[in-house]
């Protein structure tokens, strides 16, 4: 194991899209773990467009920042957290944590299924698309979904888990017409588009001709306006994130017609997946049977090194990728 650790800081609050400029990379000899506590060495890390959030105020500056990582446990003080156990925390974005057993959820070892899919699609992303579709939705057999920044993680989720739930039409959208492609040629989409292509009311009206019945919504402003006027009677919106705004503090307000709230006895409801971490193990029951059929795919952007951590971020933040984008230790 390396004597170094690195961990990443935030130095400045941006305005607009972050640049490489706000982080910096810091070095510290690798910590030694308490009693009580264990020290792992990270293997996998998320990068969430919820970061871009916390970057406003949550994140303290010039300190290490959190986020959803996998790491072994390589000294223990702690008779709960063995030598060799693989771990998920949220100390993430350094390469070495210290963590107390209440900190941490140990993964289960499922045969078939790799390390990376319990930061994806058995992951919080996952999880977010699961709970999205059948706690807040309450998905029905044959209904008509919409999807906005389908081709993200919890866009590609949402899609491959609706289709095993039986869903009928799928409708999504994203950023490129490769991304649409993708979508509809590999995801199981019945119908994608580039939302810069046009109006997105009217691409919604194109794609999903007889209007939906529930839209997850990834992204906020526009989408979100046009689904309102696109959903049927009883329709619901999954609030799940608005990353369209989080880059542009000064964005115009959402416009849509409220009436069509009463008038079609709609419903609009947002949620944050960590108040529903008691659905994990029955996602693992639902997922990890399809991720060893093949009937479910993990959708993944993997970058190696860590090193490259807040290039991946960025990238993520500009949709340079397809899927859930992780970053993967050197071997």
């Known amino acids: 194991m390396t004597e170094t650790a690195l961990t990443v800081h935030q130095t400045a609050r941006p305005t607009g899209f972050p640049t490489a400029g706000h982080f910096r990379f810091a070095e510290s000899p690798v910590p030694e773990p308490a009693p009580g506590t264990a020290l792992v ?11 871009r959030e916390m970057m406003d105020g949550d994140f303290a500056l010039n ?30 974005w350094r390469t070495h944590a210290v963590v107390r057993p209440e900190e941490v959820r140990r993964i289960p070892h499922h045969p078939g299924v790799p390390l990376s899919a319990y930061l994806s699609v058995l992951g919080g992303t996952g999880l977010t698309a699961y709970v999205a579709l059948t706690r807040i939705a309450r998905l029905r057999e044959g ?29 999504g959208s994203t950023g490129t017409p490769g991304k649409a492609a993708y979508l509809t040629d590999q995801v199981g989409y019945d119908a994608a588009f580039d939302y810069r292509s046009g109006p997105v009311a009217g691409l919604l009206a194109e794609a999903a001709p007889a209007g939906i019945d529930v839209f997850v919504d990834n992204v906020g402003g526009d989408h979100l306006g046009a689904a309102i006027g696109a959903l049927r009677e009883r ?36 949620f944050l997946v960590s108040h529903h971490q008691d659905v994990q193990e029955e996602l693992y029951d639902f997922a990890v049977p399809h991720l060893r059929s093949g009937a ?36």
Do not use: C
């Open 41 to 51: 060495e990270n293997l996998y890390w998320s990068v969430d467009p919820y970061h």
């Open 63 to 92: 300190a290490p920042l959190e986020g959803r990582t996998l790491g072994r446990v390589v000294a223990s003080r702690s008779p709960s957290l063995a030598e060799g156990q693989i771990v998920l925390h949220r100390q993430g």
């Open 143 to 171: 209904e008509d979904l919409f999807v906005s920044g389908a081709a993200g993680g919890v866009g590609t989720a949402t899609g491959r888990f609706a289709r095993l739930l039986g869903a009928g039409r799928l409708t």
């Open 235 to 270: 329709g619901r919106v999954v609030r799940v994130g608005t990353i369209g705004q989080y880059n542009t503090p000064d964005a115009p307000p959402v416009r849509f017609d409220h009436a069509d709230v009463v008038d079609k006895s709609l419903r609009i409801e947002g």
């Open 296 to 331: 479910l795919v993990a959708d993944e952007t993997v970058i190696d090194g860590f090193g490259r951590i807040v290039e991946a971020f960025l990238l993520m933040l500009r949709g340079g990728n397809t899927g859930k984008i992780l970053v993967r230790a050197n071997a």
